[in-house]
Nanobody, 126 residues
Framework: QVQPVESGGGMVQAGASLRLSCLASEGMFNFMLGNWGWFRRAPGKEREFVAAIRGTRKTDYSDSVKGRFTISRDNAKTTAYLQMNNVKPEDTAVYYC??????????????????WGQGTQVTVSS
């Protein structure tokens, strides 16, 4: 299994915008059928869910980013995006993407927990 490739991170000041990209290795048909999500890991913390987009394009967000981040997808490019607006220092983390599945309590989980990419670093200064 080839890992997804995340890109678009950088060092920005609070209030700025960034757009992250996640290029999946799946073919277009499989990508189109799948649900995709973004997670992040801040220094010293566990990886946490950020956003998910279903094959139907319905979206879910963590409370911490709702209203500031937007997840989208381009099936033809097998790419998922995360538009980050009005970023805050607490958004500083390595951001990862994965195909995801929603479990019974509504929580989003990676389809596989052993296929993470390198991630892309986002650093927000105050």
């Amino acid at each position: 299994q080839v890992q997804p490739v995340e890109s678009g991170g950088g060092m920005v000041q609070a209030g700025a915008s960034l757009r992250l990209s996640c290029l999946a290795s799946e073919g277009m048909f499989n990508f189109m059928l799948g649900n995709w999500g973004w997670f992040r890991r801040a220094p010293g913390k566990e990886r946490e869910f950020v956003a998910a987009i279903r094959g139907t394009r319905k979206t879910d967000y963590s409370d911490s980013v709702k209203g500031r981040f937007t997840i989208s997808r381009d099936n033809a490019k097998t790419t998922a995006y995360l538009q980050m607006n009005n970023v805050k220092p607490e958004d500083t983390a390595v951001y990862y993407c994965s195909e995801v599945v929603q479990i019974g309590d509504g929580t989003w989980r990676p389809m596989r927990d052993d296929n993470w990419g390198q991630g892309t670093q986002v650093t927000v200064s105050s």
